[in-house]
């Protein structure tokens, strides 16, 4: 603790105190409405892979490619995805959230299956890595199911309110598009 006496952390902080996120969306909408999902959700920064929006950090022969999900989900006038080889990752900018239970949601296809996590940075560049699950998606495009995970686990050591998401493609190559989090968000 005495480490910590030295920073000046904001009253509401807690012992971490995760830092501002780089893209806070006003915006939500009942993306997931017609598989009777009346979640409100913020698109994900850059989660339509479209020209324009926030670039996520690709490694392993992730990109994007032409090609977007079926539903247009987003917005009619899409026309990208993402492209994951089996072993490559994709991670968002962070974004504006606050602890409790939260879903994420997005149109995936391929052979592979899709590994969630959630990053957490700290304003001391501490990093923890939360665990959202696996998605095994089929051939066609299809929504994700709710990939949940309740962040208020962590306990009271995190004020959280900046998360980033990272997308592992395992098991083989997998598409993803349109990646969406219902974020309790604090804007």
């Known amino acids: 603790m005495a480490v910590l006496a030295g920073f000046a952390l904001p009253s509401n ?3 971490l105190y995760t830092g501002v996120a780089s893209y ?24 339509s892979f479209e020209s324009g929006t926030p670039d996520w950090r690709l490694t392993g022969g992730a990109r994007v490619i032409s090609g977007n999900e079926s539903f247009f989900l987003h917005d009619d006038g899409d026309r990208k995805s993402l492209s994951m080889p089996s072993g490559s990752s994709a991670t968002s900018d962070t974004m504006c959230f606050a602890a409790g239970d939260w879903h994420l949601r997005f149109v995936s296809k391929g052979s592979g299956r899709v590994r969630v996590t959630i990053q957490v940075n700290s304003l001391l560049g ?15 495009w299809t929504p994700s199911p709710r990939v949940s995970l309740l962040l208020s686990n962590v306990g009271g050591l995190l004020t ?28």
């Open 13 to 15: 902080a807690g012992l």
């Open 24 to 47: 806070c969306d006003p915006n939500t909408s009942q993306a997931f409405d017609r598989w009777s999902d009346s979640s409100y959700y913020m698109l994900a920064a850059g989660g």
């Open 126 to 140: 501490v990093v923890s890595t939360l665990d959202g699950g696996t998605v095994s998606p089929d051939g066609t």
């Open 160 to 187: 959280t309110r900046a998360v980033s998401i990272k997308l592992t493609a395992v098991d083989g190559p997998v598409q993803v598009d349109d990646v969406y989090l219902d974020p309790w968000k604090d804007t």
